[in-house]
T-cell receptor
Framework: AQSVAQPEDQVKVAEGNPLTVKCTYSVSGNPYLFWYVQYPNRGLQFLLKYITGDNLVKGSYGFEAEFNKSQTSFHLKKPSALVSDSALYFCAVRDRPKAAGNKLTFGGGTRVLVKP | DGGITQSPKYLFRKEGQNVTLSCEQNLNHDAMYWYRQDPGQGLRLIYYSQIVNDFQKGDIAEGYSVSREKKESFPLTVTSAQKNPTAFYLC?????????????FGPGTRLTVT
């Protein structure tokens, strides 16, 4: 069974400081990993994904994530946070070989608060 | 929120009534999904459909039903058998069920049952 954990319910940073949102996963094979962001009362927006290749993945809005197989982690990072980055962030995992119906398992979410 | 629309944005129902949530996409995606979001629990998969006239139960299908008569539409019915229907419901779609296809989400419907 696949699972994903986001150990921090909330992350607070000052604007301009680096932002890191943690994610660890558990799968039986090699994972497909995704990050989504959700603004209040809105749907989820896709940020980035790791499928294969370079461990450092670059995505939308200046975000990037690093895949670390030995630590089973896929932390989301942004070098300089903006107030507008304040939102709820979800990590998701999909196991290989292909899980039926492209089923994703989501973490519980991490609320990011960027202070001016 | 891409080309996925969900209506209405807010929905209120009395306990014991069935209610149907709408989801339409114009992305020409084959696969569609319904998730339920509760505070602190992330998203949980209710039903998914890989192709027209076919759908599969997700992790929490009890008390819900779906249909997929058209490629662009995947309505979700919350029945009176669903014990805790009050939640935020999200519809999503993906180009296919290939491993690297990301899912695109609609804006959600907040259902309140009293």
């Amino acid at each position: 069974a696949q699972s994903v954990a986001q150990p921090e319910d909330q992350v607070k940073v000052a604007e301009g400081n680096p932002l890191t949102v943690k994610c660890t996963y558990s799968v039986s094979g090699n994972p497909y990993l995704f990050w989504y962001v959700q603004y209040p009362n809105r749907g989820l927006q896709f940020l980035l994904k790791y499928i294969t290749g370079d461990n450092l993945v670059k995505g939308s809005y200046g975000f990037e994530a690093e895949f670390n197989k030995s630590q089973t982690s896929f932390h989301l990072k942004k070098p300089s946070a903006l107030v507008s980055d304040s939102a709820l962030y979800f990590c998701a995992v999909r196991d290989r070989p292909k899980a039926a119906g492209n089923k994703l398992t989501f973490g519980g979410g991490t609320r990011v608060l960027v202070k001016p | 929120d891409g080309g996925i629309t969900q209506s209405p944005k807010y929905l209120f129902r009395k306990e014991g009534q069935n209610v149907t949530l709408s989801c339409e996409q114009n992305l020409n995606h084959d696969a569609m999904y319904w998730y339920r979001q509760d505070p602190g629990q992330g998203l949980r998969l209710i039903y998914y459909s890989q192709i027209v006239n076919d759908f599969q139960k997700g992790d929490i299908a009890e008390g819900y039903s779906v249909s997929r008569e058209k490629k662009e539409s995947f309505p979700l019915t919350v029945t009176s058998a669903q014990k805790n229907p009050t939640a935020f419901y999200l519809c999503a779609s993906s180009l296919g069920t290939g491993a690297d296809y990301e899912q695109y989400f609609g804006p959600g419907t907040r259902l309140t049952v009293t």
